[in-house]
């Protein structure tokens, strides 16, 4: 069983920055894709960005392109996601993800899931 723990999560302006992070437990960290979705008050779950195990595959859905950089760290068993330029319908919770082999670029291509942590974007 993989568990995935996400820190990094709180309280910004608009414009502001924020780095979120994921440790694994799976002892074979370096074959997972790993990835981050996100889910706003009254919204559906959406994807933010995935990468895959060579960190050579990486997507981002249109509206954080530009902003959000995804990476990891396989040395450390982590996965991140800094977060600039943050707007206030970035606020949601966002949740690390990891699939084997797959990008997980949807909820259906997700086979294991972190808690989440908290994102809250102020005007």
């Known amino acids: 069983q993989v568990q995935l723990v996400e820190s990094g999560g709180g309280l910004v302006q608009a414009g502001g920055s924020l780095t979120l992070s994921c440790t694994t437990s799976?002892?074979?960290?370096?074959?997972?894709?790993m990835g981050w979705f996100r889910q706003a008050p009254g919204k559906e779950r959406e994807f933010v960005a995935a990468?895959?195990?060579?960190?050579?595959?990486?997507h981002y859905t249109d509206s954080v392109k530009g902003r959000f950089t995804i990476s990891r760290d396989d040395a450390k068993n982590m996965v991140y996601l800094q977060m600039n330029n943050l707007k206030p319908e970035d606020t949601a919770i966002y949740y690390c993800?990891?699939?084997?082999?797959?990008?997980?670029?949807?909820?259906?291509?997700?086979?294991?899931w972190g808690q989440g942590t908290q994102v809250t974007v102020s005007s």
């Open positions: 799976k002892r074979t960290f370096g074959a997972e894709c």
């Open positions: 990468i895959n195990w060579t960190g050579g595959n990486i």
């Open positions: 993800v990891a699939n084997s082999g797959i990008l997980p670029v949807m909820d259906t291509l997700v086979k294991y």
